[in-house]
């Protein structure tokens, strides 16, 4: 791997993104969280908005998880969420090792060990908030990350332990020769994110194209990696709307543990429960909704009722879902 070419690349043609404009782990860790799962485009929105509210560990902690979910409504895989001020919780607790401050090597002999050991953060995460906040060189491993490596070895299934090791070994080099490690990671992913992408690589742009096995190879570069099978489960389920006279619906907070955990909504029943059918005889079949996530398809019958009392669902935090489900047991 060309490591000034890289470097010299990233810094001419990397888009620019307001996280990239900051050192404050807060923001950088709200970014790679949000980044997760969120494409980048939506996710900056996303990314302001929070911030702009909680520019702080501690104003997250202080704030209920109502409000956060409310902010994050639209983003998806709301977990997320729940585990970030879960976060905020937990090293704000006064009780707890963190002192009110995220890891940090002014107080920690192991940055990344450390961020590991907060609620809902992994290997890329903790390596990616030390290394682009605190400039430990601790290589990332994400998708865009593999993708890169498997095309500059040329390898279909490249195991987790060899792209882990090879892309420190990459931040070692880079580190050798005064590439910052937080521009490093941050080249390695970009180049996978914007040239070395899955279907249509540009290979005559890429910085490191002549040490790349991938690009003259028979089978072409998008051959690497191999891509994984994906098994998808459907589940058919009902909605449970029930309305009260001035069409506002009864909603329910789901528990943390639950799917869609902390937000609101109506109730959801197996669509082979047994208690379908008494559920059915007070209430309308108004439509169906189908609503796809990582590995799952819901198939959801709307079915409407009547209640005395309903709410506003703008004044609740919903999912996407829901609020397909509410705007079809409306329209009905």
Known sequence: MNVKALARWYANESRDLPWRATSDPWAILLSEVLLQQTQVARGIGYWRRILNRFPTVTSMAEADLDEV???WQG???YARGRRLHALAVEVCDPEGPWNGALPSPSTSDDTVADFQRLPGIGPYTAAAVASIAHEVPAAVVDGNVRRVVARQTATVQPTAGDVT???????DGAHE???APSVWNQAVMELGATVCTPRAPTCSACPVQQGCMARDHTN???????PAKRRVITERVLALVDVDAQGRPRLF????EARFGGLW?????DANGPEVAHECERRTKVGEVVHLLSHRRLEIEVWVGQTEHGVDPASKAISTLDERVLNLAKGG
């Open 177 to 179: 020769r005064n590439v």
């Open 165 to 171: 090791s090879l892309a420190q070994a990459w931040m």
């Open 75 to 77: 983003a998806g895989y």
């Open 253 to 256: 907070q789901r528990p943390t």
């Open 69 to 71: 979910m409310h902010l």
């Open 220 to 226: 072409g570069p998008t051959a690497f990696p191999a």
């Open 265 to 269: 909504g109506p109730r959801y029943l």
